[in-house]
């Protein structure tokens, strides 16, 4: 049964810092590109980061210079580092697992920027 869980959602102030975590089970990690999304109440998921299997990373250009993303594939883990966070960063984060045609999510987790 493949599990993403993820962690480190939270409310920050606008200026701060969260670091999400995606613990992944039950795929073979390494060969899956690994990403996250998020969706803001009222409007569509976006791809916020993602990394490839060979470690090619791509940004929303909203998060660009202020986000990194990062895998470990000896603890099947990706991190998603977020600073200078933004009201608009407000939406709930969902990891993302891609392998061919196999796509798995994370169950979300909430980050609200406000002060």
């Known amino acids: 049964q493949v599990q993403l869980a993820e962690s480190g959602g939270g409310l920050v102030q606008p200026g701060g810092s969260l670091r999400l975590s995606c613990a992944a089970s039950?795929?073979?990690?390494?060969?899956?590109?690994m990403g996250w999304y998020r969706q803001a109440l009222g409007k569509q998921r976006e791809l916020v980061a993602q990394v490839t299997t060979f470690g090619h990373i791509n940004y929303a250009d909203s998060v660009k210079g202020r986000f990194s993303i990062s895998r470990d594939n000896a603890k099947n883990t990706v991190y998603l580092q977020m600073d200078s966070l933004k009201p608009e960063d407000t939406a709930v984060y969902y990891c993302?697992?891609?392998?061919?045609?196999?796509?798995?999510w994370g169950q979300g987790t909430q980050v609200t920027v406000s002060s």
């Open positions: 039950g795929i073979i990690f390494s060969t899956y590109a």
């Open positions: 993302n697992a891609i392998f061919q045609s196999r796509a798995y």
